[in-house]
């Protein structure tokens, strides 16, 4: 196996324990890197330098791990309660966009789905209203 996980947004004490954490190497991706192509990311990873703590939310994004190992690593995280994270893994198109074009997906992504579970979650509240109304 030769996963990788790259992360943005967490403060060097928080990679520390991602590092402790999980079973595959954790490499923090710089801010230098944001209009690079992803795959090259991937390739250089073990090559870069500096810290990842230069984007406002966090991004935790996994590479050529098989999905025990995704669900080990998303629980893993979770458990550290490191606040909202943005999951991600890499695909063959992702690896050709740069990570800025990535991230900002990753966030449109992020937004469309808590705004459906929102949704979801007002119209199941409604739905019970509703309902109540023709009982008694």
Known sequence: MSGKVLV???PPEEVEGLRKA???????VPEYCRDWVVGE??????????SGYWHLRKFVIMHDVDNETLKDIMRSVKSLNLGRIIFATT???SL???????LNELLA????FK???WAREE????RDLFLDLGKG
């Not at 990311?41 to 500096?50: D, M, P």
């Not at 992504?109 to 469309?112: H, N």
């Open 8 to 10: 943005v947004g967490f």
């Open 41 to 50: 990311i991937v390739e250089k990873a073990e090559k870069l330098s500096g």
């Open 123 to 126: 119209a199941e509240k409604r």
């Open 115 to 117: 705004a459906a579970r």
């Open 96 to 102: 050709t966009w740069r990570l800025e074009d990535l």
């Open 109 to 112: 992504e992020d937004e469309y």
């Open 91 to 93: 695909t063959e198109t």
């Open 22 to 28: 999980l079973s595959v190497p954790v490499f923090e």
